[in-house]
Nanobody, 115 residues
Framework: QVQLVESGGGLVQPGGSLRLSCAASGIIFKIYAMSWYRQAPGKQRELVASMSSTGSTNYADSVKGRFTISRDNGQKMVDLQMNSLKPEDTAVYYC?????????WGKGTLVTVSS
């Protein structure tokens, strides 16, 4: 059974930082591309950051220079370090594991950026 479990969300003030983690089980983690998506209220889910199985990364323009994705294949975890957070970063953040046409999602963790 595949499970992706996100953690680390919460309430943070503008300019602050949070680190999200996603623990995977039930998959051969190292062969999957791992990504973080987010969905703000009333908006579509969007890609935030991704890291391929070979380590190449991709970021949404809105988070470049502020967010960093990393993965630990031995621990089967992918993290998202979020710095200089803005109110517009408020969303539910989802972990995704993808290989070819097969993808899995976590249930999400809420990040609220507010003073």
């Amino acid at each position: 059974q595949v499970q992706l479990v996100e953690s680390g969300g919460g309430l943070v003030q503008p300019g602050g930082s949070l680190r999200l983690s996603c623990a995977a089980s039930g998959i051969i983690f190292k062969i999957y591309a791992m990504s973080w998506y987010r969905q703000a209220p009333g908006k579509q889910r969007e890609l935030v950051a991704s890291m391929s199985s070979t380590g190449s990364t991709n970021y949404a323009d809105s988070v470049k220079g502020r967010f960093t994705i990393s993965r630990d294949n031995g621990q089967k975890m992918v993290d998202l370090q979020m710095n200089s957070l803005k109110p517009e970063d408020t969303a539910v953040y989802y972990c995704n594991a993808q290989i070819g046409g097969v993808g899995f999602w976590g249930k999400g963790t809420l990040v609220t950026v507010s003073s």
